[in-house]
């Protein structure tokens, strides 16, 4: 017997505005029930948020899911602002997806990932799980055959993702994507002939140089796995077909366009030039298939550089449908290029001091550098790291006009474009990198109608430079070019007729040079045409005062005068010049070391000790180093989790010094005297960026110094990161010890509480050093407590959730406080915690961490130790019968789909009844628990079913049942996902802890 049940409730709305609309349960086999309505909450299979800086990772934990065990992995900078990911399972259906080609089949559970349509600026690993009988259902045989597949909306066909890594032991498969959408594993039909793949490459138009970034798309439509092989030979008629030595992935390529292999030139062609044609051949592994080749691929490696330390680097110039190889009309552009390959057979990181990466120079006939890309410009202050797989390659591209540093045209002429890597690989050497010359021609066509102007810095010999040696004299010289077509006056307003100024790095003005004297009101006419020079001016290297300066960088500048009619004078502009020898006559070392309180060197600490972070930079040349930092920055530490290559887990960020802090923008300086050192040190307190501890696990450091290489006088070697382990003992001799404890209302210790059961939280702060110290505090804030979720299993990556703090919203005396404990004397700290989130939703029963945290330190040096967090669980609170014992129950059965607008909207949910050791059937009541997801809303906080309050509740259920209600909670027109999960009571109050979900989308 089915019995259908409507009535109408109320509720409310934790996120939007409240609507009513339509919601059904169909109820089956039964008394009527008896429902009641109180509230909604939010649902997915597992989320996790997404942070720019750190990353992070959603992980289904779930048995009763069917896509337990799927993961998403986002690295660090996958998205530029904070986004919550979600991972849900889904059909086709739902996800109104178009049938999979006629020669594949679907294998194990579809997903959706969310927020649909979401794009990464890196890419993200999926993982998604199968099972055997996924696999004997599709008749799959070969797991190796397994790809996974991707469908965005309103695409014509499914996209084949690259596949990184397989388990077939754990049965998982792992492809990298950039977008969330439809994803699912998919295998050729096994019944389906062999077909042979085929390769389709694309041709580089511009002229290369080096390293030959080939983009190419697969094909083959039994969807098999794909190698790629390569040959060239020149377009000379018949040249023969040679081995093409390329890196990058080459084999288990899936099926798809977004493929690219580099082809190294400098080992196949060295110091070659000429046209040649590439050739991608692909197999299946049962047969090689149709052959890919480009068109004409025009190659100039006559100035090209080899590797040097297992990396090799070099520069190209072209342009758009250049007509010759690198010459260029003035008053054009170039697109200067850099490509940086990692030859060894290991993975290999290049780590900068700032978000500068890289630089281009044009240095003109004479060796001086007339233009610099990166000058002017300010980069972010944080250390940054490039990582390259085996044979990975990464090419920066830049379009640079034709002009020098003062934006003056470039005349016609020979010059050099170079480039360099303000750099330090983490093993090998950067090679020097050779420039590549290119030629301008004609005369620049924005000259027409203006003044131009040439300021210069020249060395004793006459050459111009932007380097000179300590205590050289500098000629500065100025020229006006009249560019205007008729003739023009200048008149100059003061007794000089220009004006030079040395500014310090700092933007001090240490030195200001006149020009040559003149009387006021002095006018020079200069025709059309014409260049007037000014007398040439000479800076022996000392300020105002006389004194010598101190070697480094500085910026000269000069300003005319005086004004011009008809056509105003240009700016002259700026010089960027270093004084002392560019690398100094040795080097400037950096030692990177972790210590203890004791400072000493360890590689081991205990929970909560403070960990001193320590920099030492060591002048091992023979004369003064000046080492230049762009801010007020001049270092950073940062704690990352310790590589596992092998695991497939990502390095993540866990907390950097200089994370939330503010720098001056303007240059500083440090200078070392032969032999000197200077020390640059941090401590940590073993916490993350957002102050919650770490704990115990292995984990690596770095240090670096934040120098400006291109302005430093002397080269700085930076160090190598360490490995440390945080263990969970401390101890506690001679020490000020803490220790964490959680009771009853009677004072009992206590480590299962029931629910609504107040849980007192007790900090114990004992002085075991045998004197007095004093606990030193910034405010009236002395402790704190949270409560967190438990950290997921060894290497699940879960994340932690944050229900309750103590300190939230409270506020505190700003000013220093102190409390005396005297030698064996223990000051407590005591508040208690009503079960209840920040937000004043009480929590359910489950599995919970307590942390307690001090905030101050021991004014006598002395360290706190100890104080680990205490895991408990809250349970169900049982009855007046003494009953603890909860029903057994399956969860939710099903539910599905949306057939509204006013209809019913969960038309199926059912259950099948539980059983209880006390209460028939008939006395069980079953509560109903919502949770949604808004796709217009972003949230900031992991998304949790409120287990605490049910939307609705129904008793008198036997056999197996479906309902069907009114619920004001729903709203239509906005493809809201709403979830539900059922639990059952007896009438002892013992409800089942069952977390099963599925979820209805209401468009």
Not at 982 to 996: H, I, L, P, Y
Request: charged share 10%.
């Amino acid at each position: 017997m089915v019995r259908t049940i409507l009535a109408q409730v109320a509720g409310g709305w934790r996120v939007l505005a409240i609507a009513v609309f339509a919601v059904g349960l169909l109820a089956s086999c039964g008394n009527p029930a008896a429902l009641e309505a109180v509230g909604s909450a939010l649902k997915s299979d597992a989320s996790a948020l997404v942070t720019p800086s750190a990353g992070g990772v959603a992980t289904v934990n779930d048995p009763n899911s069917p896509v337990n065990g799927n993961q998403v992995v986002a690295p660090a900078g996958a998205v530029s602002q904070p986004t919550v990911v979600t991972v849900s399972a889904t059909t086709d259906q739902a996800s109104a997806v178009p049938a999979l080609p006629s020669q594949l089949v679907g294998v194990g559970q579809p997903m959706e990932l969310g927020p649909t349509g979401t794009v990464f600026e890196k890419p993200v690993n999926v993982t998604m799980t199968y099972t055997d009988a996924d696999l004997a259902a599709a008749s799959v045989t070969s797991e190796t055959s397994l790809q996974m597949v991707t469908y965005t909306a309103g695409s014509a066909v499914y996209e084949y993702l690259s596949v990184v890594s397989r388990d077939v032991d754990r049965n998982t498969v792992t492809a990298q994507t950039t977008h969330f959408s439809y994803f699912r594993l998919a295998a050729a039909k096994p019944s389906n002939p062999n077909s042979p793949s085929a390769a389709t490459v694309s041709t580089p138009t511009a002229i290369q140089t080096g390293d030959v970034i080939i983009a190419f798309t697969l094909s083959d439509p039994d969807m098999d796995a794909i190698a790629v092989r390569a040959e060239f030979r020149a377009t000379t008629s018949g040249a023969a077909w040679t081995k093409a030595t390329i890196s990058g992935q080459t084999s288990n390529l899936p099926p798809g366009a977004g493929h690219a292999v580099t082809w190294n030139t400098l080992v196949d062609l060295p110091g070659k030039s000429g046209t040649y044609y590439f050739k991608l051949i692909p197999n299946d592994g049962k047969v090689e298939g149709v052959a890919g080749i480009t068109g004409s691929i025009t190659l100039n490696n006559t100035n090209a550089t080899t590797s040097s330390g297992g990396w090799s680097a070099s520069v190209a110039a072209t342009a758009p449908n250049a007509t010759a190889a690198n010459t260029f009309p003035a008053g054009s552009s170039l697109i200067a290029s850099l490509t940086i390959v990692n030859q060894a057979s290991e993975t290999r990181t290049i780590s900068y001091s700032s978000g500068q990466r890289y630089d281009f120079t044009f240095t003109n006939s004479a060796g001086a550098v007339v233009r610099t890309w990166s000058k002017g410009m300010a980069f972010p202050q944080v250390v940054t790291q490039d990582k390259f797989g085996p044979g990975a390659s990464q090419t920066a591209t830049e379009t640079l006009t034709l002009k020098d540093d003062a934006g003056v045209d470039l005349p016609s002429g020979t010059y050099q474009l170079g480039a360099s890597v303000p750099g330090t690989p983490s093993a090998g050497a950067l090679p020097a990198i050779n420039p590549v010359t290119f030629s301008v021609t004609g005369t620049p066509p924005n000259t027409s109608g203006q003044w131009s102007a040439r300021f210069t810095a020249s060395d004793q010999s006459g050459q111009t430079a932007t380097t000179f040696t300590a205590g050289a004299k500098i000629t500065l010289s100025l020229a006006l070019t009249n560019n205007t077509g008729v003739t023009q006056t200048v008149t100059f307003t003061s007794a000089t007729t220009e004006t030079y100024t040395v500014t310090d790095v700092s933007g001090v003005a240490v030195r200001t040079i006149a020009g040559a004297a003149i009387g006021a009101q002095s006018v020079t006419t200069v025709a059309a045409g014409n260049t007037t020079s000014f007398a040439a001016v000479t800076w022996d290297q000392t300020d105002n005062q006389g004194n010598q300066v101190a070697a480094g960088q500085y910026l000269l500048s000069a300003a005319v005068n005086g004004n011009s009619s008809p056509t105003a004078l240009p700016s002259p502009g700026a010089i960027s010049i270093t004084i002392g020898s560019s690398t100094g006559t040795g080097t400037v070392d950096v030692k990177f070391d972790l210590k203890d309180a004791a400072g000493a060197s360890q590689s081991v600490f205990a929970a909560g000790d403070k960990i001193t972070f320590e920099l030492v930079a060591t002048n091992n040349s023979t004369t003064t180093a000046s080492l230049v930092f762009p801010s007020s920055q001049q270092f950073d530490f940062s704690v990352q989790t310790r590589s596992c290559l092998s695991c497939g887990l990502p390095v993540l960020l866990i907390w950097q010094w200089s994370y939330g802090k503010a720098f001056t923008q303007a240059f500083t300086s440090v200078t070392l005297a032969p032999g000197q050192s200077k020390t640059f040190s941090a401590v940590w307190d073993q916490t993350d960026n957002t102050r919650m501890p770490v704990g115990g696990g292995d984990y690596s450091a770095s240090g670096q110094l934040t120098v400006s290489p291109t302005s430093s006088s002397h080269a700085v070697t930076q160090p190598k990161g360490k490995d440390f382990t945080i263990t969970s003992g401390s101890n506690t001799t001679g020490q000020v010890t803490a220790t964490l404890s959680l009771t009853d209302a009677a004072g009992a210790a206590k480590s299962a509480f029931a629910l609504a059961e107040p849980v007192t939280m007790t900090i114990r702060l004992t002085n075991g050093t045998g004197k007095t110290v004093t606990y030193v505090t910034n405010s009236g804030q002395k402790y704190d407590f949270s409560v967190t979720s438990p950290p997921g299993p060894p290497g699940s990556m879960i994340p932690i959730r944050l229900y309750w703090t103590w300190s939230q919203g409270r506020m505190f005396t700003q000013a220093l406080t102190s409390t005396p404990i005297a030698a064996g004397q223990t000051v407590t700290f005591t508040e208690t915690w009503d079960q209840k989130q920040n937000d004043g939703t009480a929590v359910g029963a489950g599995t919970y961490v307590a942390t307690g945290s001090l905030v101050g330190s021991i004014q006598e040096g002395n360290q706190i130790t100890g104080l680990a967090p205490a895991q408990f669980t809250i349970g169900s609170t049982g009855g007046a019968t003494g009953d603890t014992t909860p029903p057994a129950f399956s969860g939710i059965r099903s539910a599905g789909p949306y057939t509204g607008p006013l209809a019913v909207v969960a038309n199926s949910i059912g259950w099948d009844a539980a059983t209880d050791n006390k209460d028939a059937q008939s006395g069980i009541t079953y509560n109903i628990y919502q949770y949604s997801v808004d796709p217009r809303v972003m949230y900031f906080a992991q998304p949790r079913m409120n287990w605490s309050t049910p939307v609705a509740k129904v008793a008198g259920v036997t056999g197996q049942a479906t309902y069907t209600w009114m619920d004001a909670n729903i709203q239509t027109g906005a493809n809201i996902v709403y979830y539900y999960a059922v639990r059952a009571m007896d009438s002892s109050g013992n409800e089942d802890q069952n977390t099963k979900e599925l979820s209805v989308t209401v468009p």
